[in-house]
């Protein structure tokens, strides 16, 4: 009688070790992406400053043209 009660803590902790498995990999892929995305978002951060540089360099071009009559 002893058997199908060894067969079950086997089962349950094959189950256990599954689960755990399962959920460490999504973890790690979670955390993973999380990395990429702050990745993006420093690379989008990055481009906003050279884009607002290159606007207030626009913006100074045009005030010089405008002095000198032309538009």
Known sequence: M???E???SKLRDVIDFEVDFIRKSYE???SEKDELIADKD???AGMNVVIADKNKE???LKAKL?????H
């Not at 405008?66 to 032309?70: L, M, P, R, V």
């Open 66 to 70: 405008a002095e000198k009559g032309i």
């Open 42 to 44: 420093a690379v989008i």
């Open 58 to 60: 626009i913006r100074l």
């Open 2 to 4: 002893i058997e199908p």
């Open 6 to 8: 060894i067969n079950k």
């Open 28 to 30: 790690h892929e979670l």
